[in-house]
């Protein structure tokens, strides 16, 4: 095989194809001119293993990933996308676009509206400067602004930023690839909804409902590439993408372009996209911490990101649609800070077994931790 063939290994298969009248050992000319040849010819078998290795997606990543995937099935790495929200900015004055705003961390957000004229109090639309969930913050936190402008006084976002995305990781955009291959979309079928809501940017996996509301109907319920509901706006892109509704007229209660193949979807097929419902899971346990230093702040925090780790790989997964009680358990033990947990004082929304999510084309549920409640 070519992944033997390094330069020792080179030089006796050579040294064997020559007679045994000449004389082979090491200072001869012989060894010497073979010796040349066997270590240049290794170089060459080298960059043929490197060649075939490239031909197995699953050796790819980075640029090299995104090129046979798209050579191959058209598809492109989603990019991600910039936190946004509302702010409520007082004074008297006008906000432009590019006018920046920030956190006392020192995360900044622009303006993305031409222009808004500031009369005691208005709304500004504003944006991350850097893609991902850098920019997904808390309400109340936009409360700076790293350059005075004329006329402002303050600012602060009543809602928590969102649909910040950060660019599709190689393991996603490979997963999508070999969805392709395995559930070829074609001529509207399941698999073809299903590619056309994962390829929007900021959509992180998908459920498609056939004939949901009887016959012509799809449904598609979609989470964030965050893996958490997706917002309205997300929904809206989506919808816009597969099948756009156009405008509502209230006499005939009909849609303008609903079902009218507008959208990537086939002429009479009325396709209905929705996020995801959230189930907040609540955990309350009594600990032993590892050592003093930690605070039941600290400690909760941990417990908190361990588990939505977990819900991560479970959103949308129809294998496993419930919330493994003894999972917790065992994520609660691997938190840091924690030398121990009460397994009598365990509880997942105060029961002590599983939580069933629900999975169908009326309610489809994903966990979401809501509050981790340390016992005394």
Not at 77 to 104: H, S
Not at 348 to 369: Q, R
């Amino acid at each position: 095989m070519f992944e033997d063939k390094d330069e020792e290994s080179i030089h006796k298969d050579l040294l064997k194809n020559i007679s045994d009248d000449y004389e082979k050992s090491t200072g001869y000319p012989t060894a010497d001119i073979t010796k040349a040849f066997a270590i240049e010819e290794s170089k060459i078998y080298e960059i043929l293993g490197e060649v075939i290795g490239m031909i197995d997606v699953d050796n790819l990543s980075s640029y090299e990933l995104e090129k046979y995937v798209y050579q191959r099935k058209g598809i492109s790495r989603l990019t991600g996308d910039y936190a946004k929200t509302q702010l409520i900015v007082n004074g008297n004055g006008i906000v432009v676009a590019g006018d920046k705003f920030q956190t006392p961390s020192g995360i900044q957000f622009a303006c993305i509206d031409s222009s808004v004229t500031i009369n005691g109090t208005g709304l500004v639309n504003i944006q991350c400067l850097q893609v991902g969930i850098i920019g997904m913050v808390g309400a109340n936190s936009i409360t700076q602004m790293p350059v005075t402008l004329q006329g402002i006084t303050s600012c602060t976002n009543l809602q928590a930023t969102t649909d910040g995305y950060e660019p599709e990781t190689d393991a996603h955009l490979r997963q999508r690839y070999y969805e392709a291959l395995r559930m070829p979309p074609t001529s509207g079928n399941k698999y073809h909804y299903l590619k056309w809501a994962k390829e929007v940017n900021g959509v992180g996996n998908a459920e498609v409902y056939p004939l949901w509301n009887g016959a012509n109907t799809v449904k598609i319920v979609i989470i964030d590439a965050n893996s958490q509901p997706a917002s309205l706006d997300l929904v809206d892109e989506v919808q816009e993408h597969i099948d756009p509704k156009g405008t509502y007229d209230e006499s005939t209660d009909t849609w303008s372009t609903w079902g009218t193949g507008s959208g990537e979807a086939p002429i009479g097929a009325y396709c209905t996209v929705e996020s995801a419902a959230s189930k907040a899971i609540t955990v309350k346990v009594k600990i032993e911490k590892s050592n003093s230093s930690y605070t039941d702040e600290n400690i909760a925090s941990n417990i908190i990101k361990n588990i939505s780790s977990y819900f991560t790989e479970i959103a949308l997964n129809k294998e496993m649609n419930y919330v493994s009680y003894a999972k917790i358990g065992h994520l609660i033990f691997a938190s840091e800070g924690v030398a121990d947990y009460d397994s009598n004082s365990l509880t997942v929304n105060d029961a002590t077994s599983n939580i069933i999510l629900s999975y169908d084309k009326n309610l489809t549920e994903i966990p979401i931790v809501s509050q981790v409640v340390l016992l005394q």
